[in-house]
């Protein structure tokens, strides 16, 4: 295991703070530091640095234990495909980047707890596969897939604002699946949640976002002009379930965006939505609440 010393304060052998350090899976030789929760930190984590950086490269040992609690500032993922399990959470409070072609599959607990500023952020281009139960206080997809595959996963924080960017749950660009049975529930009385660029399908589970006081807001652009409407889907098939007091198939914020296909909501075979009202733009449509 490489490890990169960012800081260290000591007066009189005191530490003042701890050292923020990056840590690099090297891959000859193997570091079996890494399959244990106690040399993830070294008591020199701060997850309130930009540093402590987890990061996997290529190697013949892509199976990692976490059997006790562990926090990183970000994990990065390039050269091979890895394996995080173990009865332990892995708590990643800022990016979780997955490159092309690779695929993290985590199995055990996976956790987020920082402020809106430390977002767990899924990057890059692979696929981050979540099998483990999950408490996110605030999720974000800018990149790449997430599956939700079995589990039980709270969206637990409330929005800060109005835009994609201040919401408990943000969906910017990417896929989205939840199978397996997986729930994915937001928890927080936030105002609503937005999608302004993610394709996602509910293939065998619950997309449960109840707890929203306002809507769900479909194909929305950011009002800070960070993303514009990109494919913004959420299809429900194969007894996938949408839960939800109230969404709009198509809420951009410029009449520069029509309505198409690729900015919907699409109820197939085997799915339902438990809905008391829907919006498409302007119109309203009244259901029968669950």
Request: charged share 15%; aromatic share 8%.
């Amino acid at each position: 295991m490489m490890k990169r010393y960012i800081c260290l304060g000591i007066v009189g052998g005191i530490a003042l703070s701890a050292c923020a350090v990056d840590y690099t899976w090297l891959a000859s030789p193997l570091s079996a530091n890494w399959l244990t929760d106690a040399n993830w930190d070294l008591g020199a984590w701060d997850e309130t640095s930009t540093a402590n950086k987890a990061i996997f490269g290529a190697s013949s040992q892509t199976s990692v234990d976490v059997n006790g609690d562990v926090t990183a500032a970000s994990v990065a993922v390039d050269g091979a495909d890895y394996t995080f399990g173990g009865a332990g959470t892995l708590e990643v409070n800022g990016s979780f980047n997955v490159a092309a072609g690779r695929t993290v599959t985590v199995n055990g607990p996976l956790a987020q707890t920082g402020p809106l500023a430390n977002r767990l952020v899924k990057d890059g281009d692979g696929t981050l596969v979540v099998k483990g139960d999950s408490t996110l206080g605030y999720f974000a997809i800018h990149g790449g897939t997430v599956k939700f595959d079995g589990g039980m996963h709270a969206i637990t924080n409330v929005s800060t604002g109005a835009g994609e960017s201040q919401q408990g749950l943000s969906l910017a660009k990417g896929t989205m699946v939840v199978e397996g049975g997986a729930t994915v529930k937001t928890t927080a009385n936030s105002m609503y949640a937005a999608n302004s660029g993610v394709d996602m399908y509910v293939t065998n589970g619950v997309f449960d976002v109840w707890s929203l006081k306002s809507d769900y807001l479909n194909a929305f652009k950011d009002n800070i002009g960070s993303f514009a409407p990109r494919r913004s889907r959420l299809t429900l098939k194969d007894e996938g379930t949408f839960v939800v007091k109230a969404f709009r198939i198509s809420k951009a914020a410029s009449n520069s965006y029509p309505d198409n296909p690729e900015r919907s909501i699409s109820v197939r075979a085997g799915g339902s939505c438990s809905v008391t009202s829907a919006w498409t733009r302007r119109t309203a449509a009244s259901c029968t609440p669950p």
